[in-house]
């Protein structure tokens, strides 16, 4: 954290508890104090540990290529790039599993309506393995989480990635996919790209 921060942290922690126990009383203040602690508290639970994601491969190891698609992939040139990344070398097995996050909307998280969000993830699903079927690739699929760096951690616990390539639309229109690339960049150990479904190819 950076040194500033912890005085703005401390003042936004304080000021509100003294300002309640000076105009209201001791009971206002109590309150005050008691909704501060319950924000920490969310807060805290809503943190995600920071460390890095998944394995370093070596060189001999098996092809094991995590495709996170944030939306249906059938373009033809991301297709042709998946495919390529999840060809072996000769002598190594390759498994391909393509994971869709169930991205949902705040009116249904509102109503706690997930079927939506879930059904949406299983046509990009079933889009993206056709496409990639067709090109030789076979894959397993699996909905995520629908936040982008959380579904691939949990994908991680039980698919040791040896790379893994992020499919979106281009940064403009899904800003989430762009924050979540350099997350996923900056902490994961196998090889990581972003492949931009409207814009450069990868980087």
Excluded: C, N
């Excluded at 304080?14 to 508290?41: E, H, K, N, R, S």
């Amino acid at each position: 954290m950076a040194p500033w921060k912890l005085p703005l942290i401390v003042l936004a922690i304080a000021v509100p508890i003294a300002v309640a126990f000076y105009a209201g009383g001791p009971g206002v203040g109590v309150a005050m104090g008691a909704l501060v602690a319950v924000g920490i508290v969310f807060v805290a639970v809503r943190q995600r540990p920071q460390g890095p994601l998944g394995h370093s491969a070596g060189a001999t190891a098996p092809v094991r290529l995590l495709v996170v698609a944030a939306s249906a992939v059938e373009d033809p040139g991301a297709i042709a790039e998946i495919a390529a990344a999840a060809a072996p070398p000769a002598g190594v097995s390759a498994v391909v599993r393509v994971l869709a996050p169930a991205r949902i909307g705040f009116l249904d998280r509102w109503a706690s309506d997930v079927e939506g969000a879930r059904r949406e993830a299983q046509r990009s699903l079933v889009i993206t393995v056709a496409s990639l079927a067709k090109a030789g690739v076979e894959a397993e699929a699996r909905v995520g989480d629908e936040d982008l760096v959380q579904a691939v951690e949990d994908q991680l616990q039980s698919f040791d990635a040896t790379e893994v390539l992020l499919v979106s639309d281009v940064a403009d229109e899904d800003p989430g996919a762009a924050t979540a690339a350099a997350e996923l960049e900056r902490r994961l150990r196998p090889r990581f790209r972003w492949l931009r479904l409207s814009g450069p190819a990868a980087r």
